[in-house]
C-alpha cells in the first residue's frame, strides 16, 4: 500500500495549478503506467485531496471524468501578529480568507498573553467556519521581530520583551493539535503578495513601511531567508546623508527605520505642533492633505528609495512592493521611492522593474502565514506520508 500510493503527491502538485484534468491527462503528464495513476488517485480523492470534476470529452467520445484539487479538503490557521495589532483568520487550503479577527493589542503584553488570545481566537474561529482540530493541516505566524524559522522560536526580537527564545511553535502546537510555522512578518507578507498576486515573478522585494522598515526576498519563486533567518533587515541600514544625530533603538545612528519609519515621522510632526504618536497618525495627517505630514512621506519615501536603489542593482528584482501602514500613503511615497530607485540603478536593471504598492493590504500577513503552511503541507512528500 505505502509503495503504491508513495508518488501521490506528485499528482497532487500537478493539479495544484487549479486545472482539472482526466486519468489520460495525468498518465501522459506522469509517464507513469495507468493503473499506478488510477491507484494514487484513488488514495487522493479517499482522503478528499481531489474531487471529481465535471465530465469532459474523451478522445474515444465517451465522456471521462476530470479530477481536481479540492481547496476544501483541509483549513489552516493564520496569524499576523504587529506591533500594536494582532489578526487570526481560518484558510481555505488557497489562502482563501473563510473567518477573520482582528484586535487591538500590544506584542509587549508578553507571549503567554498575546498566544493566549490567539489560540482562543482560533477555536472561535473554527467553531464559527464549522471545522474542527483534525481537519487543520497547519498553524502559520507571523511576529514583528527576527525569528529562528527552523526552531519557531524569536531571537533578541528589540520590540518584544520578553519573547526571546520563547518556544511560539510548541507552546501554540500543544495547544491547538497541529504542527506550527512561524516567521517574521515582513517574509509573510512577501509570501502572501508573491502567492496571491504575482506568483509567475521570479523575483521580488516586499518593503513593509509601519512603525519599522524591513523587508522579504523572493527569489527564484522561494523567500530567501538568508544564513540565520536575517536576510532583507533593512530597517537598520545607514542612510547616506542622514542626520548623524538621529538616535536608533538598536544603538547605532541613521538607521532608515529611525528616519522614515511610522514613528520618526509622527516625532517630527510633533516637531512641527501637529498631534501625531505613529504611523496611523501620520496617514491620517496625509489623508487631510495636511502639507506638512505630505512633504515628511515623500521625504521617507525617497530615504527608503535610496536604500533600494542598491538593493535593485545587487539583486535586480523585477517587481517592488511596497505594504504596512505607511504604504497606505500611495503616491505620496511612491513618487519618492521611484525618484531614486530609478535616477540611482543602472538602466538594465530598471528597465522593467515595476514598484507598486501591495494589492492586499491589511490581509497581506495572514494570507502569506496561510501560504507558508500550504507550500509545506501540500509538498508531494507531505501528502505522501499523510496517504501512507
Ligand atoms: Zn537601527
Partial sequence: MTTDTAGAGEL??????????????????TGLARSTV????????????????????????????????????????AADLGALHARAAVTNLAAGILAERRTELAIAEGPETVLGWLADAFT???????????EVSGVGVG?????????????????????????????????????VLVDNDVNIMALGEHWSTIRDVEHMIFVKIGTGIGSGL?????????????????????????????MCPCGNTGCLEAIAGGNALAARLRVSGIEARNAGDVIAQVRAAEPAAISLVREAGRNVGDVL???????????IVIGGELAEAGEHLLA?????????????????????????????????????????????????????
Fill in 336 to 388: 519618492g521611492v521611484r525618484e531614486r530607485v530609478y535616477s540611482r540603478s543602472l538602466p538594465l536593471a530598471t528597465a522593467n522593474l515595476q514598484i507598486r504598492v501591495s494589492r492586499l493590504g491589511e490581509q497581506v500577513g495572514v494570507i502569506g502565514a496561510a501560504a507558508m503552511v500550504i507550500d509545506e503541507a501540500l509538498a508531494s512528500d507531505a501528502i505522501d506520508r499523510t496517504l501512507a
Fill in 309 to 319: 536603489a542598491s538593493l535593485v542593482s545587487f539583486f535586480n528584482p523585477s517587481v
Fill in 124 to 134: 472561535e474561529l473554527l467553531e464559527e467556519t464549522g471545522h474542527t482540530r483534525e
Fill in 38 to 77: 488510477g491507484v494514487r488517485l484513488d488514495a487522493l480523492l479517499k482522503q478528499g485531496w481531489v474531487v471529481p470534476e465535471g465530465e469532459a470529452v474523451s478522445s474515444g467520445g465517451r465522456p471521462a471524468v476530470s479530477y481536481a484539487f479540492n481547496p476544501e479538503a483541509r483549513v489552516v490557521l
Fill in 218 to 246: 523572493i527569489t527564484e519563486h522561494r523567500l530567501h531567508r538568508g544564513a540565520q533567518g536575517a536576510a532583507g533587515d533593512i530597517g537598520h541600514v545607514r542612510v547616506a546623508d542622514a542626520d548623524p544625530d538621529v
Fill in 143 to 179: 511576529l514583528p521581530g527576527p525569528v529562528s524559522h527552523e526552531t519557531g522560536r524569536p531571537i533578541n526580537p528589540p520590540i518584544m520583551p520578553g519573547w526571546d527564545d520563547f518556544d511560539v511553535a510548541g507552546w501554540l502546537g500543544s495547544r491547538l493539535g497541529a504542527p
Fill in 12 to 29: 497532487l502538485t500537478i493539479l495544484r495549478d487549479g486545472r482539472s484534468r482526466t486519468r489520460a491527462d495525468l498518465v501522459k503528464l
